[in-house]
């Protein structure tokens, strides 16, 4: 009897066992950048962006330079273009608009803690789509752009035409499309005209607000961890990411006393083109103080 309970116990046990498959692998799709080969270019630095630029904004030098021509996905880079175009054409920040569903994203299907329904300031639009790369209000930015929304990324073309960036590409004000596309050198001369916007310079490096959502107050926070980083200067900046484009980051800053103007675009891995940021800086530290000697130098 004993015998025979020991059995059923047994039994009882390997009936219990689970038996698992063994995971899937399914291959990541590869950003337009690793689709071209970009990645297999090599530099001095071993960046992981497959696209990197720095110039002297002052005088144009380019002290850094990897695969510049490339034209790429840019992402949320896009709504510095969306900004500029907002700010120059004199329209009223302190205007009412409010998210409808054509604000909604039917090109990613993301999120937002912006509402249909939810009614800002032209401002706080404009604050939320630079700081916190809030794509509904983006999209209602440009949507209440005189003409429509039509007639706004005729604007935003049109002026990266005025710009000589004919690397360039929009057809909507979020980069939620990998049709919106640019080069480094053509996103460098975006970062210098919209550097030079004091609005534009202030929404964009603000760390965090604090935005009235109905009765709630919602805390917005910015998409780049280098603003709260003392050893950064920046004056402007914008983060982006979609698939196709891999993670992207431009900036203006303040290092050894030159204005410089960063590019990275199609950076893989999810803290890379922070990463990729500061061996930027610690070479860029090194070479402009003259110590070609020092490790960084040699990065």
Not at 163 to 186: C, F, I
Request: net charge positive; proline share 4%.
């Amino acid at each position: 009897a004993a015998d025979a309970k020991g059995k059923a116990a047994s039994t009882r046990k390997q009936k219990s066992v689970v038996v698992r498959k063994p995971a899937v692998s399914v291959p990541a799709v590869p950003t337009f950048g690793q689709a071209a080969g970009l990645h297999e270019v090599d530099d001095p630095l071993a960046l992981k962006s497959s696209v990197a630029y720095v110039m002297d904004q002052n005088t144009n030098e380019v002290l850094f330079s990897k695969n510049p021509q490339a034209v790429l996905p840019i992402a949320s880079i896009t709504k510095l273009m969306t900004a500029l175009v907002v700010v120059e054409a004199g329209l009223p920040l302190d205007e009412k608009l409010t998210v409808t569903a054509d604000d909604i994203d039917t090109e990613k299907n993301t999120g937002s803690r912006l509402a249909v329904g939810t009614t800002l300031t032209r401002g706080d639009m404009l604050h939320l789509a630079l700081m916190a790369s809030e794509n509904r209000a983006a999209h209602a930015l440009g949507r209440n752009y005189p003409g429509g929304l039509s007639a706004f990324v005729a604007a935003m073309n049109a002026k990266a035409e005025s710009l000589g960036m004919a690397d360039t590409h929009y057809v909507e004000p979020t980069g939620l499309s990998s049709r919106n596309q640019s080069s480094a050198k053509d996103l460098a001369a975006l970062v210098d005209v919209t550097s030079q916007v004091p609005l534009l310079r202030d929404l964009s490096t603000s760390r965090e607000a604090r935005v009235a959502l109905g009765k709630r107050l919602v805390q917005f926070r910015s998409t780049n961890g280098l603003l709260s980083n003392p050893l950064w200067d920046i004056g402007l900046q914008k983060t982006g990411f979609i698939n196709e484009a891999g993670k992207c980051l431009v900036m203006q800053a303040r290092m050894a006393g030159r204005q410089l103007i960063m590019v990275f675009l199609d950076s893989s891995g999810k803290a890379s083109r922070i990463a990729d940021a500061e061996r930027m800086r610690k070479w860029l530290s090194a070479t402009l103080s003259g110590d070609a000697g020092s490790p960084a130098a040699k990065l």
